[in-house]
């Protein structure tokens, strides 16, 4: 045979070339936040195939986090996927992809998630905020992110889209910390 297909991971196998994915565009398998004590803040995975349940993603999250919270990489194999990360303060910022990906391209996903989080809270990231803000902050994973398929990479362009759709929320559905941040715009 010149190729088989190895399914579910669309892994192709020819004579000349070893192995090669298959192209697709759906690059990132999951972006998760959790605290320093290793609980979920924020957490999307966009492949069905890997982590279906709720359970089995805080088991991978819990894992995930015992491998880093004290270490100085930035990138870990786990489970078959390849993980990115940062933290800050308080907070873990994650990034998962396939164990083929280009460890870059998810470094970059993750740089634009964190940044366009630290312009959205006036680069004071800490999970407080992070929790007082969370429906833009989730705003800005959908912006970032769709289904898997990077959407936008800089981070200006991220928080402008999601301000704008801040700004189309009627001012009774607002929480405190949008209406302040709202009311010192205008007068500051």
């Known amino acids: 045979k010149l190729s088989d297909i190895i399914l579910p991971t669309k892994i192709i196998k020819t004579k000349m070339e070893g192995f090669m994915m298959e192209p697709t565009l759906n690059i990132i398998k999951g972006m998760c936040i959790m605290d320093n004590d290793g609980n979920r803040i924020l957490a999307k995975y966009y492949d069905k195939n890997v982590l ?16 880093t919270h004290r270490s100085n990489t930035e990138i870990i194999m786990l489970d078959g996927l390849t993980c990115v990360y940062k933290s800050n303060v308080d907070l873990f910022f994650y990034v998962m992809g396939s164990a083929y990906e280009n460890e870059l391209i998810l470094l970059s996903v993750l740089n634009c998630l964190y940044d366009s989080i630290s312009l959205i809270l ?33 981070p200006s362009s991220v928080v402008k889209r999601v301000d704008l759709r801040n700004d189309d929320i009627p001012i009774a559905e607002q929480t405190v910390a949008q209406v302040t941040n709202k009311i010192n715009g205008l007068f500051w």
């Open 52 to 67: 279906p349940t709720v359970k089995e993603q805080k088991a991978f999250e819990k894992n995930l986090f015992s491998k």
């Open 122 to 154: 006036k680069k004071n990231v800490e999970k407080r905020l992070v929790l007082d803000n969370l429906e833009i902050i989730m705003l800005a994973f959908d912006e970032i992110c769709d289904g898997g398929v990077i959407l936008d990479a800089d």
